[in-house]
């Protein structure tokens, strides 16, 4: 969509100390936010290895400070999380996926919080995408600390464990009578073409009924 010059920002004001009143469900919520940022990126179709280094570095940036952000910040973790949040907006221009596209319905049929939904659902749209480019989850874990790629999706769930943030979809209200719509919205949702991995309604009904 085009972005017309008088809606962009002249200026930026990156500054950690802004953050500090945060309450820490939404420093949790969007941090994974911002983490899913840089996931779906580099997981996207296409070729962008420039894209694919930030969200690289973005993965690894987060994952070493988002707990200590939430749980007891300082300047240090907090401007590690600003910094990895606006590189992520460089690095999802390659395009985004699936987790995007399960998680824009939630905000717009029942008002979840767009950086709750990507957190929820982040385990189980990776996890359905594994098979697809294993080889990239291994380089995802490598920054992670994590020994497999296979393991990326149980540490996403410990980590929003960790964070106090829900790990399924009941847990924020959403009930199986919503699946139908949700996933008829997700199918056609703008950010599922760059997917790695192909998916139609069924596939998407059969991701919310697992992460439900």
Known sequence: LPIYPSLMAKQVFAD?????????????????DALTHHMEAFLAKGFNPMCDGIALEGIQLIWSSLEQAVVRPDEHS????????????????????IVHSLSHPLSTLLDLHHGLANAVNLPFGLEYNYPECKDRFKRM?????????????KALVEMNSCLDLPVNLKQCGVEP????????????????PSNPREAGVDDIKAIYHKAL
């Open 78 to 97: 907090r401007s590690q999380m600003m910094m990895a949040s606006l590189m992520g907006a460089v690095a999802f221009q390659k395009g985004l996926g």
């Open 141 to 153: 874990a490598l920054q992670m600390g994590i020994r497999r790629g296979d393991e990326v999706p």
């Open 177 to 192: 009578g919503h699946i139908d719509e949700l996933s008829r919205l997700a199918a056609e949702d703008f950010c599922l």
């Open 16 to 32: 950690p100390e802004l953050t500090y009143d945060l309450p820490q469900h939404i420093t949790a919520a969007t941090g994974m």
